[in-house]
């Protein structure tokens, strides 16, 4: 498949926001909450706008991917079914949906298999969703804007960050062109749902305000908000097991499964890597001023 004329307006709807956001909303309301703002270093006053922009993309990638995660419809003729995730079960390893009993219809996500009120999936690894291939489309945008930032404006250069942003660069152009496991895709954009409070403490680390209250409890969000959406959706991939040595991933291309085998693995292991920092860095920050 490839982008239709609604999948390049939303791209370019997405490039022209985040350069709104960063040029012209950042720095007005920034300087409204915090008139320290304005006395700022010029890198600091980039950067800051810079976290603004991608505390807002966070939020709407990381909204939008979390409610396709967990609300899902399918029509049959003139009914349409509602189905709401459980996300464990210890009587059975599957993912499983709580819902009125349907026969053999197709979700976004999986094939449906009927048995009482409780329906069992086995996740489909190829299948279009819309919703989804918008929300990368979103995805796509953003992170283009972030690299041309970085060319533009030497504060925002970071080695770290120039290789993240082509990995992301590349799962979104794979998500919104095709096809391409978008459940899985939309775990990896799931993921934005921390990058909120991420960056406002990135915001109010330059603002100075990193003893106040809000620093400490962001934080604490920050580090629970970072365990369910990236740490807790880790086992969800080992559903890719089912797919190996099926035809349905060797048609998917190689490019989708250096996505599915290398990419998302090693942003899983980063991910446990950063968990553990954002761990001993909200340890600090509760208990260490206390005991000096």
């Known amino acids: 498949m490839a982008y239709s004329v609604q999948h390049v307006l939303t ?8 350069l709104a956001v960063f040029k012209w ?14 006395t700022l270093p010029a890198d600091k006053q980039v950067s800051s706008q810079n976290y603004v922009m991608s505390l807002m993309h966070g939020a709407v990638a990381g909204g939008l991917a979390c409610y396709a995660f967990l609300y899902s ?8 079914v509602s189905f709401n995730v459980k996300l464990w079960d210890v009587s059975t390893p599957v993912l499983q949906y709580w819902c009125t009993v349907t026969t053999g219809q197709t979700m976004y996500w999986c094939t449906v298999t009927t048995g009482q009120t409780m329906v069992s999936f086995d996740v489909k690894l190829r299948y279009d969703c819309p919703f989804v291939r918008h929300t990368a489309c979103i995805v796509l945008g953003h992170t283009a804007v972030d690299l041309l930032l970085m060319l533009w404006y030497s504060p925002l250069r970071s080695r770290e960050m120039a290789v993240h942003h082509v990995c992301a660069l590349w ?23 921390s990058s909120p409070f991420l960056n406002l403490r990135h915001i109010l680390h330059n603002m100075g305000q990193k003893k106040s209250l809000l620093y400490k409890v962001n934080g604490v969000v920050l580090l629970v908000v970072f365990f369910l959406c990236r740490i807790l959706t880790i086992p969800l991939w080992l559903s890719l097991r089912k797919h190996l040595g099926t035809d349905e ?14 990419l998302f693995p090693l ?3 980063l991910n446990v890597f950063w968990f553990s920092k954002i761990c001993r860095a ?5 208990f260490q001023p206390k005991a000096n």
């Open 282 to 286: 909200v340890y600090r920050g509760l």
């Open 249 to 262: 991933l060797y048609g998917a291309g190689l490019a989708v499964k250096l996505g599915l085998f290398v």
């Open 73 to 80: 419809y399918v029509t049959t003729g003139q009914t349409v």
């Open 11 to 18: 791209i370019l709807g997405s490039v022209f926001f985040h």
């Open 25 to 38: 909303f950042a720095a007005p309301v920034l300087r409204r909450l915090w008139p320290v703002f304005a």
């Open 267 to 269: 942003l899983n292991l």
């Open 171 to 193: 799962a979104a152009y794979l998500g919104s062109v095709g096809p391409n496991a978008l459940y899985y895709g939309n775990l990896g954009t799931m993921t934005e749902l």
